[in-house]
């Protein structure tokens, strides 16, 4: 199966249903914006749709509303969070997929990072 609207073992099906608290970005039908536990810059949240898709790999052309909302929402939430603008400033967006790709939470995200330099990674 693709995707599922909630898995009860997942970390962030669980953030998402308010089980485990978060700090919220943005929220809005289809998807949730929070800030990582562990920030590696500035500004570093997570964006996900609230359905349970694990990954980059199981999306289709079935996925392209979603995928394009939450492409078109990146750049404001990244300025809304304080990201410095383009293109002196700018943001990372990093989307893990599978062990060799680093993916330790199987439920699709993008890592937003940004603000200004040092990081601690990245
Ligand atoms: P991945 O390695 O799968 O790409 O990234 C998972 C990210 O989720 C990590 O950056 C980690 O800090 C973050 N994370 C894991 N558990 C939680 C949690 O319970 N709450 C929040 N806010 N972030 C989490
Ligand atoms: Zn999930």
Redesign the pocket.
């Known amino acids: 199966m693709n995707s599922t609207e909630h898995d009860p073992n997942c970390?962030?099906c669980k953030?998402v249903a308010k089980q485990?608290p978060?700090?919220p970005v943005h929220e809005d039908a289809q998807v949730y914006a929070?800030?990582?536990?562990?920030p590696?810059a500035p500004v570093?949240f997570?964006l996900i749709p609230k359905a349970h898709i694990p990954s980059l790999a199981q999306v289709t052309d079935a996925h392209a509303p979603l995928m394009a909302h939450m492409m078109a929402l990146i750049p404001r939430l990244a300025l809304q969070e304080g990201c410095n603008p383009y293109p002196q400033g700018g943001y990372r967006v990093?989307?893990?997929t599978g062990s060799e790709g680093?993916?330790?939470?199987?439920h699709l995200?993008f890592?937003i990072m940004g603000g200004s330099r040092p990081w601690l990674r990245g």
């Open positions: 970390i962030f953030i485990i978060s700090r929070f800030h990582d536990i562990n590696w570093h997570l990093v989307t893990n680093g993916q330790e939470v199987h995200h890592h």
